[in-house]
Nanobody, 123 residues
Framework: QVQLVESGGGLVQAGGSLRLSCAAS????????MGWFRQAPGKERDFVAA????????NYADSVKGRFTISRDNAKNTVYLQMNSLKPEDTAVYYC????????????????WGQGTQVTVSS
């Protein structure tokens, strides 16, 4: 199994930045692509970004392209989401997930999930 723990969420003013971290551990964590999803109250859980764990390929939702950057540090078994130019509409619980492919964008395709970290952007 893969265990995932997110951190780095918080309250930030519009236009500000946050960096989320997702620490991965487990028997087969290196076999999975890593992704970030987010869910606002009453809304569906939406894809944000994904990265190939063993490579450099990335995949971003159109809504965050140019503002968010997903990256990894394999030595630390950690994936990051750098969020710049934050907007109030970015407010959500952000979840780290392990899935079969960095090209996967659907929630049900990801096998393992972290507990989520709250990001609130105020104006």
């Amino acid at each position: 199994q893969v265990q995932l723990v997110e951190s780095g969420g918080g309250l930030v003013q519009a236009g500000g930045s946050l960096r989320l971290s997702c620490a991965a551990s487990g028997r087969t964590f290196s076999s999975y692509a890593m992704g970030w999803f987010r869910q606002a109250p009453g809304k569906e859980r939406d894809f944000v970004a994904a990265i190939l764990w063993s490579g450099s390929n990335t995949n971003y939702a159109d809504s965050v392209k140019g503002r968010f950057t997903i990256s990894r540090d394999n030595a630390k078994n950690t994936v990051y989401l750098q969020m710049n130019s934050l907007k109030p509409e970015d407010t959500a619980v952000y979840y780290c997930a392990a899935g079969p492919s960095y090209r996967s964008r659907m929630e049900k395709e990801y096998a393992y999930w972290g507990q989520g970290t709250q990001v609130t952007v105020s104006s």
